[in-house]
């Protein structure tokens, strides 16, 4: 949303009876003020619908009408005409066998990814602490590299 999705003017008119105010007292003002527009309200909508949405999908707690559990997966893929990146989502109950691939790839990534960033931050508290952080850590023994150390040259 845009500053422009809302009227400046209109705020300004809405405002000028209030001394000073909280926010849920501008937010009645504003829009019994008329300073949002439709389009801003079908926006808002929008928007909050795919928060609840997302939040449903995620939960695991869908059930159909016999009250089964109906478990959603979702990846991130590369939208071919756009370019751009876009989450998917898809019923497990509905998967063939290359949509498992597809998803076990996708975590696989995803569990590199965490990893580097994983590694990458206990170097950095190492750095910053010193080697005592990597006892604080039990349990990460299988993910990490051999344990660090710091010296004179640095962290090995």
């Not at 960033?117 to 349990?139: D, N, S, T």
Request: proline share 2%; net charge positive.
């Amino acid at each position: 949303m845009r500053l422009a999705d809302a009227s400046g003017e209109a705020l300004v008119r809405a405002l000028a009876g209030l001394n000073w105010a909280d926010i849920d007292q501008i937010c009645e003002a504003a829009l019994s003020g008329g300073v949002f527009s439709g389009s801003f309200f079908k926006k808002c909508i929008t928007l909050q619908a795919k928060v609840v949405l997302r939040r449903m999908l995620k939960s695991g707690k869908l059930l159909d009408a016999d009250g089964v559990v109906i478990k959603m997966a979702s990846i991130v893929i590369k939208d071919k005409e756009t370019g751009q990146y876009r989450r998917v989502y898809k019923r497990e109950d509905l998967f063939d066998e290359e949509d498992f691939v597809q998803v076990m790839l996708y975590h696989k990534r995803q569990a590199k990814t965490h990893i580097a960033k994983m590694k990458y931050y206990r170097r950095a508290a190492i750095k910053k602490f010193g080697p005592r952080v990597q006892a604080m850590l039990p349990g990460f023994e299988d993910l990490m590299d051999k344990p660090l150390t710091v010296d004179a040259g640095g962290i090995r």
